[in-house]
């Protein structure tokens, strides 16, 4: 470690108004701890210099996903037998706002959850967390066949005119980007399933039909959102960070997506 000091909630809160957060704003973050370096107070530090700098007026928003609340039938990393994919459907545990914990998203998002005021979407496979002004707004009525789309937060950060924070991650793991996929004219669409909890806190298998999501062209999505220079990029403690408006990625990757994946597909078709 060739550091000199640590950093702290003060020095983040810094580098975060420096990258161009501000008061007031709605930001959606995606994280990761360890590219930040050693920071005292770990992720409740970095939490706690998110909302010193959005204040009581801004809202944090994080991803709290489920992916283990999906159908075992799709899982291919790894795969399950095709036996357990009814013991699976039977036996997980119905979707709890409070209770089910996110996975794969980072202890950051997760240190968010759980942060008093946190408000949480009710989404069994991809629910969001919220913290702030707006986060019943962003949080509330989001629909199971509309995971991504215009009635989830995605769409909700979207109406608020929000901005998106990579931090220490690149566009692969920009939800964002995924509400473009839910405005393209015939997106593929698939069935999926999850267990959900009753009123009468029994669990339920459901499924319901939505749109496949994608994330293979994300990468090279974010790099030509990024030659426009409509994103700014600069450090948060050791993380590279990028902060943009989420209106302005969203409007730019619906006419890339619309541009790019049919001629993607018919050159799949003729190989």
């Known amino acids: 470690m060739d550091r000199s000091l640590p950093h702290t909630v003060r020095s983040l809160s810094a580098d975060l108004r420096a990258l161009g957060l501000t008061a007031g704003d709605v930001v959606l973050l995606h994280s990761s701890m360890r590219s930040l370096g050693f920071v005292a107070g770990g992720a409740q530090g970095v939490v706690q210099a998110l909302l010193d700098v959005l204040g009581p007026e801004g809202t944090l928003v994080v991803p709290t996903h489920t992916p283990e ?138 499924t319901w039909g939505d749109v496949v999501p994608d994330e293979d062209d994300f990468d090279q999505l974010g790099a030509d959102f990024e030659a426009t220079g409509a994103a700014v990029i600069g450090r948060v403690g050791d993380a590279p960070a990028r902060l943009m408006g989420q209106r302005a990625l969203v409007d730019f990757a619906t006419a890339w997506m619309a541009a790019h994946r049919p001629a993607a597909a018919t050159a799949k078709l003729n190989s």
């Open 69 to 206: 609340n999906t159908d075992p039938a799709d899982w291919r990393h790894p795969p399950v037998p095709e036996a357990w994919w009814p013991v699976i459907r039977e036996g997980t545990p119905g979707f709890d706002p409070l209770r089910t914990p996110s996975r794969w998203m980072g202890v950051i998002a997760e240190t968010a959850r759980t942060w008093p005021g946190a408000l949480r979407s009710g989404h069994p496979q991809v629910s969001f967390a919220a913290i702030g002004q707006h986060a019943s707004e962003i949080v509330g009525g989001h629909q199971l066949d509309d995971a991504l789309g215009e009635r989830s937060p995605l769409g909700a950060v979207y109406r608020l005119d929000g901005r998106v924070l990579l931090l220490g991650c690149g566009h692969a793991s920009n939800t964002s980007l995924h509400l473009a996929e839910w405005r393209q004219v015939s997106p593929p669409r698939a069935r999926t399933g999850s267990a959900i909890l009753r009123p009468d806190g029994a669990s339920q298998w459901t």
